[in-house]
């Protein structure tokens, strides 16, 4: 089963981290992943200036990653969240990059392609 490193950079602005839900759907040539929730038990998750790391394990080959998807939902009440850009690792190796760099309110779903 294919396995890739997700990396999630928060702003280093005030109130830029959240502790909402946040779900990644990656979509490639040959097929889209599942919604996977990006949760480290224990950890607090997406802090303001923080760059954390995912490991995303996927049922087949998704082939060239082609856009990204992000959704945050509600944990206690609503949160902001300044999300910088997240990484890519593939299987094969291949760094891709999707800038974002704007701030997430509410409950939306994002999508991001490659810079």
Known sequence: ?????????TGSQW????????YLTLQG??????????DKPFY?????GA???YDVTVEEDLGEIQLLKIEKRKYWYQDDWYLKYITVKTPVG???EFPCYRWITDEK????RDG
């Open 109 to 112: 779903e994002i999508v991001l």
């Open 1 to 9: 089963m294919p396995s890739y490193t997700v990396t999630v950079a």
């Open 29 to 38: 040539t040959h097929g889209c992943s599942e919604r996977h929730l990006l």
């Open 15 to 22: 109130f830029a981290g959240t502790d909402d839900y946040v």
């Open 94 to 96: 291949d760094y891709l």
């Open 44 to 48: 607090n998750d997406f802090e303001r």
């Open 51 to 53: 760059v954390d790391s």
